[in-house]
């Protein structure tokens, strides 16, 4: 096992494209971090670098507290899973497992005690006499798992090795590989853009956007207080409802949030930092489940709108309301499975406002809160 350093590191491509930018990250051993963001964020690149199959414009990356900016992609005991399994088609299950240590002339009662020890490990041993085209997709992950793991590598980089999984052996898998993390407490490097994977396998988040690292912390952390509007609306489907809304001063010391048909008060929270936006916008940012059909507290205030779509999800129902006077009429609700109601209606929710977060317009980022 081996943490992961990366310090201020940059890939660029010729003089046009910039990949990353200067990226610092620390990843401790045996550490589980996901890298989310959307395509094209450079999270796929910041992991090649780190596996060697991408050279390092500038800054250093550092495997166990060495510096490995010159070591080969074969020296640095990292295994990598791709998104593609990239098994041999002529080679049975076995020997795709096996194929790793015989490059490296390990013995061959070592060869045949590792395959045998990760097929019992994954469960697949009643497969090592088929060929790849005999498999599963789910089956075929795993034993791409299992030609990584027979190596016994410091730490496992997975890009996206998960996306070309249904949605029941995705689901499947992403409590395999948490399983699997505690079993063996390797370092893991998971790159993502799939927001429920990165919630529920990772002990840290780190999210990217146009090469650069946005935020990083523990997943509900990152999903409770986002840094600005990018994270609070990629993080989580649906995203949280962001709206302009304008601080209005009330009575004595409180404000108001104000946006169309929307009253708010001012979060206790908020009130020293946005004492200097009154009279001015700010972005209101509310998760869809702290809307709520019942008035749980007497200090949540109303919301109203017409229904716009009702989804249910079968543990769960989406309402989509519009909402009269907003720049962006539509807010999304997370509501007991429950509810109905039927489309053009007018429906009453419940906003519960210590909840909410807040951004500044301008520069996007959230305003902090107070004690």
């Given amino acids: 096992?081996?943490?992961?350093?990366?310090?201020?590191?940059?890939?660029?491509?010729?003089?046009?494209?910039?990949?990353?930018?200067?990226?610092?990250?620390?990843?401790?051993?045996?550490?589980?971090?996901?890298?989310?963001?959307?395509?094209?964020?450079?999270?796929?690149?910041?992991?090649?670098?780190?596996?060697?199959?991408?050279?390092?414009?500038?800054?250093?990356?550092?495997?166990?507290?060495?510096?490995?900016?010159?070591?080969?992609?074969?020296?640095?005991?990292?295994?990598?899973?791709?998104?593609?399994?990239?098994?041999?088609?002529?080679?049975?299950?076995?020997?795709?497992?096996?194929?790793?240590?015989?490059?490296?002339?390990?013995?061959?009662?070592?060869?045949?005690?590792?395959?045998?020890?990760?097929?019992?490990?994954?469960?697949?041993?009643?497969?090592?006499?088929?060929?790849?085209?005999?498999?599963?997709?789910?089956?075929?992950q795993r034993v791409a798992l299992g030609r990584a793991l027979v190596r016994n590598p410091v730490a496992f980089l997975l890009d996206e090795p998960l996306s070309n999984l249904d949605a029941r052996l995705r689901a499947d898998m992403r409590l395999e590989l948490v399983k699997l993390h505690r079993q063996l407490g390797t370092t893991i490097v998971h790159v993502t853009h799939d927001q429920v994977e990165a919630m529920t396998m990772g002990e840290r988040i780190c999210i990217m956007k146009e090469?650069?690292?946005?935020?990083?912390?523990?997943?509900?952390?990152?999903?409770?207080?986002?840094?600005?509007?990018?994270?609070?609306?990629?993080?989580?489907?649906?995203?949280?409802?962001?709206?302009?809304?304008?601080?209005?001063?009330?009575?004595?010391?409180?404000?108001?949030?104000?946006?169309?048909?929307?009253?708010?008060?001012?979060?206790?929270?908020?009130?020293?930092?946005?004492?200097?936006?009154?009279g001015n916008a700010v972005i209101l940012g509310i998760r869809p489940e702290d809307l709520h059909e019942k008035q749980l507290d007497p200090a949540w205030p109303p919301v109203e709108g017409e229904v716009v779509a009702l989804e249910a999800l079968g543990a769960e129902v989406i309402l989509v309301l519009a909402v009269q006077g907003l720049t962006r009429k539509e807010l999304s609700a997370r509501l007991d499975r429950n509810y109905r109601a039927p489309v053009g209606s007018v429906q009453r929710l419940y906003v519960d406002v210590s909840e909410i977060r807040l951004f500044d317009p301008e520069t996007t980022v959230a305003i902090p809160r107070g004690a």
């Fill in 211 to 278: 090469g650069r690292l946005i935020q990083s912390g523990p997943p509900l952390e990152v999903y409770r207080d986002p840094v600005n509007t990018f994270v609070a609306g990629f993080l989580a489907s649906p995203p949280m409802n962001l709206i302009e809304t304008r601080v209005a001063a009330a009575n004595g010391t409180s404000m108001m949030l104000e946006a169309g048909t929307i009253r708010l008060p001012m979060p206790q929270a908020y009130l020293e930092n946005c004492r200097s936006h009154i």
């Fill in 1 to 140: 096992m081996a943490s992961i350093e990366l310090r201020h590191v940059t890939k660029r491509y010729g003089n046009a494209v910039l990949a990353v930018s200067n990226i610092s990250l620390d990843i401790k051993d045996g550490e589980f971090v996901i890298l989310l963001g959307p395509s094209g964020c450079g999270k796929s690149t910041a992991l090649r670098m780190i596996a060697g199959l991408e050279s390092v414009t500038s800054g250093e990356v550092f495997i166990g507290g060495r510096c490995v900016n010159d070591v080969a992609p074969r020296d640095r005991n990292i295994a990598v899973v791709f998104q593609s399994y990239a098994l041999y088609p002529h080679m049975t299950v076995a020997e795709n497992l096996a194929f790793g240590l015989k490059m490296h002339r390990r013995p061959s009662a070592e060869i045949q005690a590792q395959v045998k020890r990760v097929a019992k490990l994954l469960g697949i041993e009643p497969l090592l006499a088929r060929r790849p085209a005999a498999l599963s997709g789910g089956q075929r």
